[in-house]
């Protein structure tokens, strides 16, 4: 699955680079506006497009586009039981369970995440618009963590989330990552913590021509939207 949001990633990116190149943008693509015919064409070439994609990773395997494996996903102690996965390439996805009958207060403001450099620096969190979430008794919470350090905002004077540029992925080069989740339950300040071990296997040649497969039918759409179908 996180490969083919890799995938699907890296079409985007590329649709919005390449309709720039072509002047895309001029065409107000509707429905009324390229008629029948035309948005039929459309859309055969975007299904032709998906299942190109779908039918190659069913080929070549999940493994052929490597990325991340967390090695040891489970951290617990008398409260708490995290477990780490990844299904981005940027950031580590985190479900928190309070393992007691009490409300638990994570301060996500104090938690921290080893980042590319190997500095254990503040964890952003990209679900939650608070630095303190409660956890109701025997529930629990998901999220996404990003070190601070690898986000670039459009503003120095505003950290939220609709001013995040830009997310350095993780880097293949720092395998274990330190964490510290920072919490309160029953008026007593506690922490979880550990060291993720991560494990990397780089893409198969065979994910390049899916890569190139895709591209390659994205070419062909947009030349022919760029004539009107």
């Not at 064409?41 to 998906?50: D, N, Q, R, S």
């Not at 913590?193 to 065979?206: D, K, Q, V």
Request: net charge positive; proline share 3%; hydrophobic share 40%.
């Amino acid at each position: 699955m996180l490969r083919l949001l890799t995938l699907t990633t890296m079409v985007k990116h590329s649709f919005f680079i390449m309709s720039d190149a072509v002047g895309i943008n001029r065409y107000k693509i509707s429905y009324e506006k390229m008629g029948g015919e035309a948005m039929r064409k459309f859309c055969f070439l975007f299904v032709l497009g998906i299942l190109m994609i779908t039918t190659a990773i069913t080929v070549f395997g999940d493994s052929s586009f490597g990325g991340f494996k967390i090695l040891n996903p489970e951290f617990e102690n008398e409260d708490l039981k995290a477990v780490f996965s990844i299904k981005r390439m940027d950031a580590l996805s985190v479900r928190i369970y309070n393992k007691t009958n009490r409300i638990v207060a994570v301060h996500w403001g104090q938690c921290l995440i080893t980042d590319n450099n190997g500095r254990a620096v503040k964890a952003y969190s990209l679900l939650n618009e608070y630095s303190r979430i409660l956890i109701p008794p025997q529930g629990y919470i998901d999220d996404n963590i990003v070190p601070v350090t690898h986000i670039r905002f459009s503003s120095k004077y505003s950290y939220s989330k609709d001013n995040i540029e830009y997310i350095e992925p993780l880097s293949s080069e720092r395998l274990e990552r330190y964490f510290l989740i920072v919490y309160e339950v029953g008026g007593n300040r506690k922490s979880l913590s550990g060291i993720i071990r991560l494990s990397y296997t780089p893409p198969e040649p065979g994910a390049v021509l899916v890569g190139l497969g895709a591209l390659l039918t994205l070419l062909v759409l947009l030349g022919l939207l760029s004539r009107g179908l």
